[in-house]
């Protein structure tokens, strides 16, 4: 039933849903009630601004009559069976009012300088075409404009300090990422940054993950990554469980001063690195 020339899994999801919607002569209150979910989230999924939740694609199929299909149809798009798997997740970074953001190997893309951005797809896909890494990193750089809206997302990260210690790239691309970390977190800016460090002993978790905050609009949403692909959850239960390791882990860490201070003592190691 759905439309070929959509853009993105989410989006095929969402046409899927309100074509049979119509088909059972349903309005999006209805569906919603049927399905134990506020209309406004029905638009949402429907319009492919969010990607439904696994519980809202078993509803489905209960309301509708189809056995397996959109719960089935929701683990192809999450697993990666369209490539636009991160689409989603860029819409709702978008809209969100704060992200709360723990790095344990990376810095995240929102913060990436060029370089940086582009070193790591270079060693992630080395037998791309510079034309193509460009393009990977053209996007990654233009995902940055959320932080330069009229009304900013509060970004708030916990680096673990490995993030600033792997070299990634060269020396010279260290200094100019730290550098970029101490310009983007100055007092002007909605940006709370601190750095787990090492002397702080087993972190409360050790897999980087995002949670993106909308207020009292929408539910908030955690996402992760594995190998290939990323999934997007709203269960409010594992929400409200990563949302503890996050506070443990920024309990555990430096003080937003304390952070800057290691974040400037490191890049000044790249830096004399970068001369010798």
Known sequence: MADDKLETGAEYFGMEVRAWRTLKGMSQR?????AQY?????AKVEAGERLASAEFARSCD???GTPETFARLRRRI???AFADWFEPFKKLERRATAILDFDSTFI???LQTKDYAHAI???????????VSAEKVARRINRQQVLQADNPPLLWVVLDESCLRRPIGSPRVMADQLAHLLDQSSPASTLTLQVLPFASGTPAWHMPFTIL???TDESDVLYQEDMDTGQIVDDAEEVAHARLYFDRLRADALSPDASQALIRKVMEE???????
């Open 38 to 42: 506020g209309q406004q989230y029905v």
């Open 121 to 131: 797809f270079r060693k992630a896909h080395p037998c791309d075409s510079l034309e």
């Open 213 to 215: 905050e909308f207020g």
């Open 62 to 64: 209960a309301v509708f």
């Open 78 to 80: 999450v697993q990666g």
């Open 108 to 110: 995240m893309g929102l």
């Open 270 to 276: 790249w830096t004399h690195e970068q001369g010798t």
């Open 30 to 34: 209805e569906l919603g009630k049927a």
